[in-house]
């Protein structure tokens, strides 16, 4: 399909630039200050906004309810190696510089706000209910050995604490050693406060279209027209405003994740746990004090509903494999639509509409992923060196 005039079509390329100084715009006065309007307050559009403040842009955040789509489901974890599936081997290179991107955030965050990201880096402790279960292990340990993915093999007998509340039944399991896990509420909150610090306007409403000229680019809201320079679209699984003029190579749709949040046990020091059970996908990712995500559920669909046997099937899976979760207390439940694209890899589009860019296909690793989408947004912001 040929591309409208002006449109150019991007994949994350800057690995390179992640593996040394991957914080170029902290505290930089760029030399061509823009007005960037940013639409869509998850995670991608909040770390976004953050960095291109950061570099003494001025930013405008447009949504109606920020970090309430995939970004309020996530638990957080930044796991490379435990979130290896095979053809994926250039997201996974990617992904290997998160972990030190959101490092460069988190210290920027204390330096403005006085607190840094909580960034725990347990490994992932990933394991098997049944044979079957324990099949599926191994193949992933094949496809994660092509990878160079750095990990051990772990038993119970030499390793007894990695297992602490996992059912006695389980005495094996592969150690990821070089994933951790983060907090969105956390990071939330204090993203939020960094940009009230850094002067960012964020407009809770909804962006309807968008324009632009040669004199920049605009939103229309329901209350009027908000102007800049630039715009980067950080809109998930959700539908683009009107007027958007994509290339039509890229496409998002929408895969439904759900967690629940229980009051349990403390597993906070020991890794995130991954299973197979029944040939489902289960993670407990534990926080301080006993707070836990429990997850993996993921259908492609565009209602945000939890059905009775879906959550009745996942608990089912975390007394299987945690049973002493038992006595935990349920919270809550979320639920959000993750953007998958069609090749399951994120990209940033230069989009027709000159000034705009779209950023997203993030699906399963969003959390992970924007620090480093939020560079690609500061680059498109200040051109080429």
């Keep these: 399909m040929a591309l409208p005039s002006g449109a150019t079509l991007t994949r994350f390329n800057y690995i390179e630039k992640i593996t040394g100084d991957i914080g170029p715009y902290a505290g930089r006065v760029s030399q061509d200050q823009k007005n960037v309007l940013v639409v869509g307050g998850g995670i991608i559009g909040l770390v976004s906004a953050f960095r291109l403040a950061q570099a003494h842009h001025g930013v405008t955040l447009f949504d109606p309810a920020v970090a309430k789509g995939a970004t309020w489901a996530a638990a957080g974890m930044v796991a490379p190696g435990a979130e290896i599936a095979p053809g994926e081997q250039s997201n ?24 840094g990201i909580t960034i725990a880096q347990t490994g992932t402790l990933l394991v098997g209910w049944d044979a079957s279960d324990r099949r599926l292990i191994e193949q992933f340990r094949k496809v994660a050995s092509g990878f160079e993915a750095p990990m051990d093999v772990v038993t119970r007998n030499d390793s007894p604490d990695i297992f602490e509340g996992v059912t006695h039944r389980i005495s094996e399991g592969l150690l990821m050693t070089d994933d951790a896990w983060i907090d969105p509420d956390q990071i939330v909150r204090l993203l939020l406060r960094g940009l009230e610090l850094l002067g960012v306007r964020v407009v809770a409403e909804e962006v309807l279209d968008i324009s632009s000229n040669f004199e920049g680019v605009a939103v229309r809201t329901g209350t009027g027209e908000f102007r800049g320079d630039l715009g980067i679209l950080a809109t998930g699984a959700g539908r683009l405003p009107d007027g958007a003029l994509t290339s039509g190579a890229n496409v998002v749709r929408p895969i439904r994740g759900v967690t629940v949040r229980v009051q349990g046990i403390d597993r906070s020091e020991q890794p995130s746990v991954r299973a197979f059970v029944r040939g489902r996908a289960f993670y407990m990712v534990s926080r301080f004090g006993g707070y836990c995500v429990l997850g993996a559920t993921a259908e492609e669909r565009a209602d945000a509903v939890l059905e009775v046997g879906e959550l009745q099937r996942l608990l089912r899976d975390a007394l299987d494999i945690v049973p002493e979760l038992e006595t935990a207390r349920v919270l809550e439940t979320r639920m959000g639509l993750r953007p998958a694209s069609a090749d399951l890899e994120p990209f940033f589009e230069v989009l027709a509409n000159k000034g705009w860019a779209w950023s997203s296909g993030h699906y399963r690793h969003g959390v992970t992923l924007a620090p480093l989408a939020a560079l690609r947004a500061v680059e498109f912001a200040e051109g080429p060196a």
């Design 92 to 115: 996974y290179e990617l992904q290997k510089g998160a972990l030190a991107a959101w490092r460069e955030v988190s210290h920027a965050l204390d330096e403005l706000t006085g607190e």
